[in-house]
């Protein structure tokens, strides 16, 4: 017997819940990549609560059923049991509570005692003799896997105890997890300076916070607010993964407007204070923000992100939806640095191996067999006699979506400028690319309408979307000067499940 017949279902999620099962029809889910979580309907936006529930992982989203902009939150939700294959679920939150009618903003969520617990931030926004006044607090929701209920004592973390100055309006986005008897959570806040800042907060029984540290801070260097916070342990090193809002160009590492930004460094349990030792992008991509991770029962750390962008946001008019998810990617931290790489899932579900090796490149040409818009490929590229070499996607005899390794200044470019799309947007992005051991390594992970590369060995990663036509889906290879590539290709089709 689920929650709903046993708590009392708002008549505001009882809307969504049924505007979805109206509206989610066969057609609309024809359209959508086979790989990715997609919006049900409608819009998404930032990853919530990735956790492993009862053994399924469970992923909920920022989510407007209603239309493909951003509206009043609500928290959508999808299950899988491989991280490859997602079904939809009812929507599991809605605005329907004085402290979040604003919205039900970003948060995490963990099982404890064989109940799924949820930690998001509630909005308010109230009307004032100085003007519209908005608060976010935490608050708290337990349920089965499918209903949820929020608790009587909500909120339950308050910024009170903040430095002085700290915003009360941006204080969001919180992550939990677990050690031993006692539950952890960051949060996203602002300081007195007005960039952002990481508090921690500790409780022994999910009800009662207290204030533990402030872990990192901004101090205006890396962007304004940070958002979506996450915080972990990984191979000896401490991690902290956010989302910076208004960054401006640092070189090739971190470009203009909402970015992502990984911290490595050292951190006690008994401060909870980060020593920065590197700062890095997380993603070099045109379609990256607010990345979560989990823990899988097998040890591995695995991020999923939102594969889109505010500034520069994709959706076409033809689609019922708008906005998908990342492939879940597995972290390492290696000399120092993050890497990710796509789950070890993915492999299960490749068909169809073409493999060529040491095939000399000059001018544009197709290798047979190597085509489509739903597939796994690696490109090998080798030799000292080229200065520049082109992978031509999603291409027909109008369209085409480039990756472009500039050998002689070390850059990789990504190039979807003649993909189709009809807006003046920004539609290239560069990165810093070295060759290992006499080649450089590309992966590349083409899932309908979203392209993920994967750079030596997850050492970089590029995520961004393409929206071109299914029928666009030629490959082909061109070098200025002579290259050998070696080329390992898979299509990528669902299980008959």
Not at 384 to 410: N, P, Q, S
Not at 411 to 422: E, N, P, Q, V
Not at 460 to 479: D, N, P, Q, R
């Amino acid at each position: 017997m689920s929650m709903e017949s046993r708590i009392q279902v708002s008549e505001t999620l009882k809307k969504a819940r049924e505007y979805e099962r109206k509206s989610i029809t066969e057609e609309v889910n024809r359209q959508k990549p086979s790989f990715h979580v997609c919006a049900p309907v409608g819009w998404i936006n930032d990853p919530n609560g990735f956790s492993v529930y009862k053994g399924e992982y469970h992923l909920f989203y920022q989510y407007y059923p209603y239309a493909k902009v951003w509206g009043p939150m609500h928290w959508g939700h999808s299950v899988s049991k491989d991280l490859v294959e997602w079904k939809d679920l009812p929507a599991a939150l809605a605005p329907d509570k004085d402290y979040d009618s604003a919205g039900c903003f970003s948060g995490s969520a963990l099982e404890y005692q064989g109940q799924h617990v949820l930690l998001y931030t509630g909005v308010e926004e109230k009307e004032t003799e100085n003007g519209k006044q908005i608060r976010q607090t935490q608050c708290l929701a337990i349920g089965d896997g499918t209903d949820y209920q929020k608790t009587e004592e909500n909120p339950v973390i308050y910024p009170d105890g903040l430095p002085q100055g700290s915003s009360l309006e941006d204080f969001r986005d919180p992550k939990i997890w677990q050690e031993g008897d006692t539950f952890y959570a960051v949060v996203g806040s602002r300081s007195s300076d007005g960039s952002g800042q990481i508090p921690v907060y500790s409780s022994k029984d999910l009800r009662n916070w207290e204030l533990v540290s402030i872990l990192d801070k901004c101090e205006n260097q890396y962007g304004k607010m940070w958002e979506c916070p996450d915080f972990f342990f990984l191979d000896g090193k401490a991690v902290l993964l956010t989302s910076p809002q208004d960054m401006e160009a640092e070189g090739l590492e971190f470009h203009s407007g909402n970015g992502s930004l990984c911290i490595i460094g050292s951190c006690s349990r008994e401060d909870f204070i980060l020593h920065r030792e590197k700062v890095q992008a997380i993603d070099y991509g045109l379609d990256f923000y607010a990345p979560q991770t989990t823990l899988t029962p097998d040890g591995r750390r695995v991020m999923i992100a939102w594969l889109q962008s505010w500034d520069n946001p994709l959706t076409p008019e033809h689609l019922a939806w708008g906005g998908m998810m990342t492939i879940p990617r597995e972290l390492q931290v290696i000399d120092g640095r993050l890497y990710q790489n796509p789950v070890r899932e993915m492999e299960q579900y490749r068909s169809e191996k073409v493999q060529y090796d040491c095939v000399r490149i000059r001018e544009k040409q197709s290798l047979e067999g190597i085509r489509g818009r739903q597939i796994d490929l690696t490109v090998e590229i080798r030799g000292k006699d080229y200065d520049k070499f082109k992978i031509y996607l999603a291409m027909d005899k109008k369209h085409h979506t480039a990756v472009i390794y500039d050998r002689r200044e070390g850059i990789l470019t990504f190039d979807r400028r003649y993909s189709g799309d009809r807006r003046d947007r920004i539609h290239t992005r560069e990165m810093e690319a070295e060759e290992k051991d006499g080649k450089l390594k590309l992966r590349i992970l083409v899932d309908k309408y979203s392209v993920e590369i994967f750079v030596n060995d997850g050492e970089k990663a590029v995520s961004s979307l393409i929206y071109t036509g299914l029928e666009a889906e030629e490959i082909a290879f061109e070098a200025k000067g002579e290259a050998e590539i070696s080329v390992c290709h898979y299509q990528m089709e669902k299980s008959e499940k």
